[in-house]
């Protein structure tokens, strides 16, 4: 206990020194307290009902939804900011949430926790929840086998038999994780058909059976590998949902209208989140809500006006232009952006920054997995092309590839020459969209907080 206390102590020192330089670093604190005290995640843990989030896209996006259902539901709750996911950052998190005498002064915890970090952190946190959004192949793990992430998960699971799990039923993958479990399993999705538009662009490592390997056949398909999925083998196919969106109303650039029914539920819900894989991340609050016993009532309101989270999409006005940035990190997640600028209806610019360090994956291959073709469809409407970044040469290669004519292409590596000549060209009313991958970003962000006034990422 004493060591508890004093592990406690020195990371809340850390935290308030941290603070005072104004550093986002999240995870030293905990290191503190890791060493002083070895054990201390698992005894955090049994002083909060713990919620884990985990999946390849949408964590971040869910994880605010749900923590808004538990406001819903008057909760207090902490949650770990995105990139704190880990040990340390999730133990910093916890010590936050206590008193200096290492009381909680909140019950909830809402834990977003990388894939390849579940395995070992759910048998320590013991959540009460998990929500797995999806499975996809990110641009980091291309190599990787994407099976060997979801049996991480499964593997974490296993020693939790005691939690709920809320699952995509439209991910193969992560339906997949509610099979052969004593687990009470909550499953969403959307209803066949309800998008016709989505076409099939199905990666090697999804469209084969997870229990015998033969190749999925779809009656519908949303994006990605999500959809109505059977195995015409064995029979495995897409589970019965308990929460699903039955209808999407209107769908532009905003957001979308949808309807969502579930057990004694049937709303209409106006969300304020742009794109298809937003309404997943709605469904997989919906169906917390549920579980935390709100009604339709509660569930819509903690739905409805919900803004974008930082990182997707940030918007920045200036005279009488917007500047809009919205990180890609993989193809999945490009591929929506692009079919998110397909529904706007105005003139636009746009840059693609796309850079190879480490944290966005050194391999840029990927680009020749995003539907660059798309662009086709509304290259009258763009006004230019930027390329920048490290690899901006390589991006400028795969538009060509992509048929966007070379001379409409412009290079442009300085990122204050970018934003000042893609705002020139911008017309008044009209939006610069500039699409960074990560290291990009942050390196954009500075200049546009210089420049502009852009808040700080952690506030
Ligand atoms: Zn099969």
Not at 16 to 38: C, E, M, W
Not at 183 to 193: A, L
Request: charged share 20%; net charge positive; with cysteine.
């Amino acid at each position: 206990m004493l060591r508890f206390r004093a592990a406690i102590l020195t990371a809340k020192l850390a935290i308030v020194i941290l603070r005072l330089f104004r550093s986002g670093g999240t995870s030293l604190p905990g290191k503190l307290a890791q060493r002083l005290y070895p054990q201390i995640l698992d005894h955090l843990s049994g002083l909060f009902r713990i919620t884990m989030i985990t999946g390849t896209n949408g964590k971040t996006t869910t994880s605010r939804i749900v923590a808004s259902m538990m406001e819903q539901k008057g909760l207090k709750v902490v949650a770990n900011k995105s990139g704190a996911n880990l040990a340390s950052g999730i133990t910093t998190t916890l010590i936050s949430a206590l008193t200096p005498g290492g009381r909680p002064r909140v019950t909830h915890a809402l834990l977003e926790t990388d894939e390849a970090a579940f395995r070992t952190m759910a048998p320590r946190l013991k959540p009460e929840t998990v929500i797995v959004t999806n499975f996809f192949r990110d641009q980091l793990d291309r190599f990787g086998e994407l099976h060997t992430t979801v049996n991480n998960v499964r593997e974490g699971i296993a020693k939790i038999p005691g939690a709920v799990l809320i699952l995509n039923a439209d991910d193969s993958l992560c339906a997949s994780l509610g099979r052969n479990v004593p687990n009470r399993v909550i499953y969403f999705g959307m209803k066949e058909g309800v998008y016709p538009e989505g076409n099939a662009s199905i990666n090697s490592d999804a469209a084969f059976c997870i229990q015998c390997k033969s190749r999925y056949e779809y009656s519908s398909v949303t994006f990605g590998h999500l959809g109505h999925f059977i195995c015409p083998s064995c029979g495995y196919g897409r589970p019965h949902t308990h929460v699903e969106c039955t209808g999407i109303l209107s769908y532009d650039n905003l957001g979308s209208t949808i309807e969502v029914s579930g057990p004694d539920m049937d709303i209409t819900v106006k969300l304020a989140l742009p794109g298809l894989y937003n309404i997943y991340n709605a469904l997989a609050g919906a169906s917390f809500g549920l579980a935390l016993g709100l009604d339709g009532n509660g569930i819509t309101a903690a739905l409805t006006g919900f803004e974008c989270g930082f990182g997707r999409m940030e918007t920045v006005h200036i005279n009488d232009r917007e500047l809009k940035m919205i990180l890609v990190k993989n193809p999945t997640g490009f591929n929506q952006v692009l079919r998110y600028l397909l529904t706007q209806e105005e003139p636009c610019v746009t840059a693609f920054a796309i850079n190879d360090r480490l944290a966005d994956g050194t391999d840029i291959s990927w680009l020749w997995d995003v539907d660059f073709e798309i662009l086709a469809l509304m290259d009258d409407r763009i006004r230019a092309y930027y390329v920048s970044g490290i690899r901006a040469e390589d991006m400028a290669v795969r538009l060509k590839y992509a048929g966007i004519s070379p001379d409409r292409v412009i290079l442009e590596k300085d990122y204050h020459q970018l934003i000042q000549k893609a705002l020139q060209k911008t017309g008044a009313g009209e939006t610069f969209y500039i699409l960074p991958t990560y290291t990009a970003m942050l390196d954009i962000r500075k200049i546009l907080k210089k420049r502009f006034g852009l808040k700080e990422f952690w506030q």
